[in-house]
Structure formats: C-alpha cells, structure tokens
C-alpha cells in the first residue's frame, strides 16, 4: 500500500512537472483567478474582537475549542482559555505538535478531537503548528482522505464539525495563518520527505495578529522569520505568475518589510509599531506568495535548512539576491522594486541598475545581521569542506522539492549546483 502512495506521489510531481511549463501566466490567462483570504482581525482590541465573534457564532452545543499549540507556545494557550471559560466556552490545549510535522501527530490529535469534539480549533504557533492544524482538519472530518492524494480543484466537504478555524501566528514570517497550504512530513519514506497538501478549504476562517504573542521573539527569529516574509513578497513579485491582487500584496509587503524590520530586530519590544506593521507585512506576504508562486529560493532554502539544519528564513533570505539575479534574464520585474530599496534607476544601464538593485539587497539583509553568503552563516557556522561534501545531497533536495516544479525559469540539477557554489562565496549570479 504505501508502496503504490510513494509510486502514486511520484507520478503526480512527474505530470506536475510537465504541466507547468503549460500553466504559467499572468491572470487573467492563467489559473489564478480567485483570491481568496480569512478575515484578518489585527490591533489592540484583536483578541477581544474575536472572543465576540466566537461568543456570538456558537450554540450552545458546540462551545468547544481545541487550542494547539507546541511546546514553545504552550504558554499562549492558558490566557486564551481564561478568555474563553469568562464566556462559558470550554476549551482543551494540545500542545503535541512538532517541527516539521511529521505526519503521525496527526493521528495523535486525531483521537483527542474523536474524544473531545471541537467545533473549533484556535492554533497558536509559528508554521508548523498552522500546518499541523490543516492537516488535522482534513483527516479529523474526513478520516479517508488520503493526504498525499488531496486535490484543490476537488471539494473536501470540511465546516461540517469544525465551525471556525482561528489561526494566531507567533512569529511574522511564514503567512501560513492566510494560506491554503500545509507542509508535512512523509516519515514513512527514507530519508522522510516533505510534502505540501493545498486547498481553499484549509484556509484559516480568522487570521488574529496579536502583537503581544511576537513581541518578546528574540533580535535572531525577527531577523530570520522577517527574512522568511521578504522572500516570500519579493521571489514571487519577481516571479512570472501572479495577479494584480498579488502584485499588491508582495509589493507593499517588501516596502513595510523594508521599513520595520530593522526596528523589529533592533528595538524588539520596545517598538510595538514595528512589530505590528510587521505582523501584517507577513500576513500580506503569504497572501501574495499563495496567489503566486515563491521563488526558488525557497526550493535551495528548504534543502539547506534540510541538510545542514539551518533556519528556514535565514536560508532563504540568504538565498534572495542570487535566486532574483536568476530571474532576471527573463523577467524585468525586479526593476519595480528598485524604489523600494532606494535605487533610483534614472540614467543607468540595466546592468548597472541590476549590480546597484543587488547590491542594495545585500545591504539590507546584512543591516540585519543576515548572511548574503553560505561562509557567513553564523548558526551553525558552516565548513567549507562540510557544504562540499553536501552539494551532491542539497542539489538533489531542491531539485525534488515541490516548489522546483513551478518556477518561472527552468531549472535543472546543474544549474542548481552553480547557484549553491556561488552562494558559498556570495558570487554575483552571472548566468
Ligand atoms: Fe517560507
């Protein structure tokens, strides 16, 4: 059986890889022609606005909520259930998810909820927590759905014993509390492979920002998590799929993003501003990227995050300045956002424009106390000897990862491996 899974999943990224090249395109050509988005509550009086919403929507009979949580963000979960118990809604945390999501936990949180019987699930977490959420949606209403099989075109049938799915994010970065899409972990296969399930459905009814739940994360996770939300609103900008509705969202999420989050990283809680805007410019990005495509940075980032077990953001914010200089032989969208970074592109070849646009990425990146390059990676501190011995491994990752399907410039294992032997060094992409 799991035999036919893995040979079915092979099938499937096959034909996907075919078909891509036949898909791409700019709305209202391709096939993004919706939009779709929870309701986004953010501010101060957040929390409050949404134990009313939950007050006012539920019977009697299904004042249950399940809140899931890890166990970084167990903390989160007890003032939310006081909140909850003030408006007789009964509440139970599970706090079981784990990095990565390996797909058995899910099982795990399956039995609590056949036991407890939520009508609605509060996750309160950074992307792993909103991803196990998902998944739990699907196999706790719809036990026989096979998940490597889901697809978005297809109906699931969920709200039927989950009423609201309320996602509060704990770091500004990953957009998963608006997005469709859930990344797991197959552990059955060797080594385990990450595999993404997408669906309208799986959208969260409520993305919350509370600022209070990110203000204390430490100058690192700003800078790595915001990292994470720069390369989600500029690789897909710069992509070639994408819609007017995403464009707006990807481009004014790089502007806040380039405006907070050196604050964010620099005075932490001290600039709840910062912060805020921060919160949102993640949000917007994960709704640019969904209705869009992430640049391959995020192909090379979840290899080397993989590999060498480096922070999701940090790689791929690293990885940004080299995965845009590869898309720009075939694309001059790059060139909107020279403003944003302060590069005014008067009187300049595009050569010139491109070497000063890249330049400035970096900057912005180091002003951070990010790396522009693999050798300036500080956590974990990387040998070169080490990368090399790798490279063979971390170009066969990007190369399967689910996110090389769909890039806008083809891509195979040579050009891979070049990409990660400039990002050594940090060689400018000339090719
Ligand atoms: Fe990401």
Redesign the pocket.
């Known amino acids: 059986m799991e035999k036919k899974i893995e040979q079915t999943q092979d099938l499937v990224s096959e034909q996907l890889k075919a078909l891509m090249n036949l898909l791409k395109g700019r709305a209202p050509g391709g096939l993004l022609t919706a939009f779709r988005t929870p309701q986004i509550i953010f501010g101060m009086t957040a929390l409050n606005r949404i134990k009313n919403y939950l007050d006012g929507n539920l019977e009697e009979g299904d004042r249950r909520v399940l809140i899931i949580t890890d166990d970084f963000t167990e903390k989160f979960a007890s003032p939310i259930s006081s909140i909850l118990g003030k408006i007789n809604i009964e509440s139970r945390v599970w706090s079981g998810v784990k990095p990565e999501v390996p797909i058995d936990t899910i099982d795990e949180a399956v039995k609590i909820c056949n036991d407890f019987k939520p009508r609605v699930f509060v996750a309160i977490g950074g992307g792993s927590v909103l991803d196990t959420t998902k998944a739990l949606m699907i196999k706790f209403e719809k036990p026989e759905t096979n998940l490597f099989t889901v697809s978005a075109l297809e109906p699931l049938g969920l709200r039927k014993k989950i009423k609201y799915f309320v996602a509060i994010p704990t770091t500004s970065g990953?957009g998963s509390e608006v997005t469709l899409a859930s990344m797991l972990t197959d552990i059955s296969r060797d080594p385990p492979k990450k595999f993404t399930v997408s669906h309208p459905e799986l959208i969260p009814d409520y993305a919350v920002l509370i600022t209070d739940f990110v203000k204390d994360m430490p100058p690192f996770l700003t800078m790595a998590t915001g990292l994470?939300a720069l390369?989600?609103a500029a690789g897909s900008y710069v992509s070639n799929i994408g819609t007017p509705f995403a464009d707006a969202m990807n481009f004014y999420a790089v502007k806040e993003t380039i405006k907070y989050l050196p604050r964010a990283v620099k005075y932490g809680a001290k600039d709840i501003e910062a912060r805020a805007h921060m919160q949102i410019a993640a949000s917007m990005a994960g709704l640019g990227f969904i209705h869009s495509r992430?640049g391959i940075d995020?192909a090379l980032g979840h290899s080397l995050g993989k590999v060498l077990n480096v922070h999701?953001?940090l790689c791929?914010g690293m990885f940004l300045p080299y995965t845009i200089a590869f898309q720009m032989k075939i694309s001059e969208r790059w060139k909107d956002l020279c403003p944003l970074f302060g590069v005014d592109p008067k009187n300049k070849s595009d050569n010139e424009l491109a070497a000063e646009f890249l330049k400035s990425l970096k900057d912005f990146i180091h002003s951070i106390d990010g790396p522009v390059s693999i050798k300036e990676i500080k956590n974990p501190v990387i040998t070169e000897e080490d990368y090399n011995k790798n490279l063979d491994l971390l170009v066969n990752y990007a190369e399967t990862d689910p996110v090389a399907y769909m890039v806008t410039r083809y891509i195979d294992s040579e050009v891979i491996k070049r990409i990660f032997e400039y990002a050594w060094d940090g060689k400018t992409i000339d090719f």
Request: glycine share 12%; proline share 0%; charged share 10%.
């Open positions: 990953t994470d390369a989600h992430v995020h999701h953001g791929v």
